[in-house]
């Protein structure tokens, strides 16, 4: 026997034990099935065929198909967005590193800004009777023809806003809002203190017409101080009402005041208006002028008359209240800031460009 021989019994042996098989009942038996199951699987088959078809075409390479096509994905969950990252704060803005605010400094006609950078001119003349606004944002002055000009911080974007002001003695100072300025009109030989509204020019004279020059308000607007004609301290209400005098300071009473001190140079009063610092004169010093001396030595509590310490070395030429309660301290070479509590908060060295200028003013 060969091998086909073999390979063809093979084959009738599996014949004869198969057993016949109805292919049509078996299709039918299925066909139940799948059509008590087609709501169930019908939209899977879909997607499957999808996916298949897809994955095909991509292996094949479909005609005019670049690229394959993104396989479907499964609905995805809600997305969660993660906390952006935190920006960095911007450089605080300041004339120097270590003092956060800007300097201004006067050689009577000129006024400077400092920055990093170096000194801003801010008016090339003038700021023998100009000041600069709480916020910092602007500044007042009045020329020598009596106008009341208001500028932009550096010195731009200037405008009249009232004119017959005093120039010697008077320069205007700020409300706390930055909104107003406390200065005093009128021809020569007549005086009239009162308060310009910066918006509209309105003066509103002040209630009581009493003797003072260089005016100061305070942080809480509640309290203007000034010096009398006789070198006096006074304090009063905005609309220059409720006068008060300082006890003791300026007295000529031995008794009442020791060392004769005396000021016709106030320079800052603190927020709540309780302190005034000022250029303190004692005994058989010369008293000043009328003129604006840009100088502070010593502190008065406006209560009591007496002088008050600060916790600083050296010559002090200028101290400077802000509305915060802080101190600026100028010595030689040096600018100390003190807390309300007049605890140092920083010391920084002053710029060289302005060691022969006076310090006006140290805003936001």
């Not at 003695?169 to 009162?194: F, H, I, M, N, R």
């Not at 004769?260 to 303190?280: E, F």
């Not at 101290?319 to 600018?335: C, E, S, Y």
């Amino acid at each position: 026997m060969n091998d086909d021989d073999l390979l063809r019994n093979s084959l009738t042996e599996i014949g004869d034990q198969a057993k016949p098989v109805d292919f049509v009942d078996r299709s039918l038996a299925r066909s139940k099935r799948i059509g008590r199951n087609r709501a169930f699987v019908s939209g899977s088959v879909a997607a499957c065929a999808l996916v298949l078809a897809g994955g095909l075409a991509w292996q094949l390479g479909v005609p005019g198909r670049s690229e394959p096509e993104p396989a479907a994905m499964p609905t995805a969950l809600p997305s969660v967005t993660g906390s952006p990252s935190p920006t960095a704060a911007p450089p605080v803005q300041s004339s120097i590193t270590g003092l956060p605010g800007w300097l201004y400094y006067s050689d009577s006609e000129r006024l400077v800004r400092v920055t990093k950078s170096g000194v801003d001119t801010v008016l090339v003349k003038d700021a023998y009777a100009a000041s600069v606004s709480p916020d910092g944002a602007r500044v007042a002055f009045v020329d020598k023809g009596g106008k009341v000009v208001v500028t932009d911080r550096d010195g731009r974007n200037r405008r009249t806003v009232f004119q017959g002001a005093k120039y010697y003695g008077y320069e205007p100072a700020w409300s706390p809002d930055s909104e107003q300025l406390l200065l005093a009109k009128g021809p020569d030989g007549e005086v009239t203190k009162g308060i310009v509204t910066i918006a509209t020019g309105r003066f509103t004279p002040l209630v009581d017409q009493r003797s003072a020059i260089h005016f100061l308000w305070s942080a809480d607007g509640r309290h203007i101080g000034y010096a009398t004609g006789d070198c006096d301290l006074a304090t009063a209400d905005p609309d220059g009402g409720n006068a008060r005098v300082v006890p003791g300071f300026g007295s000529g009473e031995p008794q009442a005041n020791y060392g004769r001190r005396r000021s016709c140079d106030p320079y800052s009063i603190s927020a709540d208006g309780g302190l005034i610092s000022v250029w303190q004169r004692k005994d058989q010093e010369e008293d000043s002028d009328i003129a604006r001396d840009l100088i502070a030595d010593t502190v008065i509590d406006v209560r009591t008359g007496e002088n008050v310490g600060l916790p600083v070395r050296g010559d002090v030429t200028a101290i400077l209240f802000q509305p915060n309660g802080d101190i600026l301290v100028r010595t030689a070479g040096k600018l100390t800031l003190l807390g309300p509590d007049f605890r140092v908060k920083a010391e920084v060295p002053e710029p060289a460009a302005v060691e022969h200028l006076k310090l006006l003013a140290y805003t936001p």
